[in-house]
């Protein structure tokens, strides 16, 4: 029997991603779905050929590890529950809204030996993760800029509708795999400076603990022309870019289960676990805090 597996969410990314890996995974027992409408579980359920469960605690009891595609509040309150039922986490980016919500669910996994795997999209891929490791053991980086700016809330999107990408934005969204790159790089931040900009761009300043600067420019709502995706570190050897890798989504999460998996086996903690997740937050936190306060704010 395969890794009996729970999907809470039923969203575009639930199905099209999540849900296809996880269905087509060998070494998985997709258990059932859950989700906050249950037409909609039943749905996914049935196209998955799996169970549609009504109640996410029954779902959590049924199985050995959860994988959330949901809203990241509503991702941060049930993965909670699933960490205190002892169940290992497959969670999706970013893990909470808030860096206290991120770390006692760091913690409750922590306290329960709970193997954890955050899917950062862009990280599962095999070029991806050569390029990171050749570039941080080049060393030399001065800093790092990342130009980021989706129209993923255009009409007809499948994220549109999204209440909390409307809420939240670019920073929360972009952000996370934006930082998902700098930090094996650049290291940990200190402390970040942000202001708002037109189209809903938050441009950020993070200045790392060994002394490198980011700067990133983050939307969800740019124009259909204005859309760019550049990415550079700099420094004493030149500059380099990472690679842009045509892997699928549902490829990357076939990834994330089998670094789930490994964990499982006996290979130590992902370098993505929610201990990585926690990090992430709290520099999303620190600059969504220094757009709104006018300062540059210290990353707890």
């Not at 790089?185 to 300043?205: D, F, M, Q, R, S």
Request: proline share 5%; charged share 20%.
């Amino acid at each position: 029997m395969g890794l009996r597996t729970g999907l809470l969410g039923t969203g575009y990314w639930a199905r099209e991603t999540q849900g296809a890996a996880l269905a087509a995974h060998p070494d998985v027992d997709l258990v059932g779905v859950w989700g906050r409408d249950a037409g909609r579980a039943q749905a996914l359920a049935d196209h998955l050929d799996t169970r549609a469960y009504t109640d996410a605690d029954v779902l959590i009891g049924d199985v050995d590890a959860v994988a959330v595609a949901l809203p990241p509040d509503v991702q941060a309150e049930l993965a909670l529950r699933a960490a205190r039922a002892g169940r290992h986490l497959l969670l999706d980016k970013p893990v909470a809204l808030s860096g206290d919500a991120a770390a006692a669910l760091a913690a409750e996994a922590g306290r329960r030996g709970l193997a954890s795997v955050v899917f950062f999209t862009m990280r599962f891929s095999a070029a991806m993760d050569a390029f990171l490791r050749e570039t941080a053991a080049t060393g030399g980086w001065t800093g790092a800029q990342a130009t980021l700016l989706a129209d993923a809330l255009r009409p007809g999107s499948p994220y549109a509708n999204s209440p909390w990408r409307r809420r939240k934005g670019g920073l929360w969204d972009i952000g996370p795999h934006a930082l998902s790159l700098l930090l094996p790089v650049l290291g940990p931040v200190a402390e970040a400076t942000a202001v708002a900009g037109p189209n809903a761009t938050t441009h950020a300043l993070l200045r790392h603990e060994g002394g490198a600067v980011s700067a990133l420019a983050l939307t969800l709502d740019a124009a259909s022309a204005g859309r760019r995706w550049e990415f550079v570190f700099h420094g004493e050897h030149g500059v380099v870019s990472p690679p842009k890798d045509a892997q699928t989504p549902v490829a990357a999460f076939t990834a994330a289960i089998d670094e789930l998996r490994k964990t499982l086996s006996g290979g130590g903690p992902s370098a993505l676990d929610i201990g990585f997740g926690c990090e992430v937050v709290r520099v999303l936190e620190a600059a969504e805090r220094a757009v709104t306060e006018r300062r540059t704010v210290a990353v707890e």
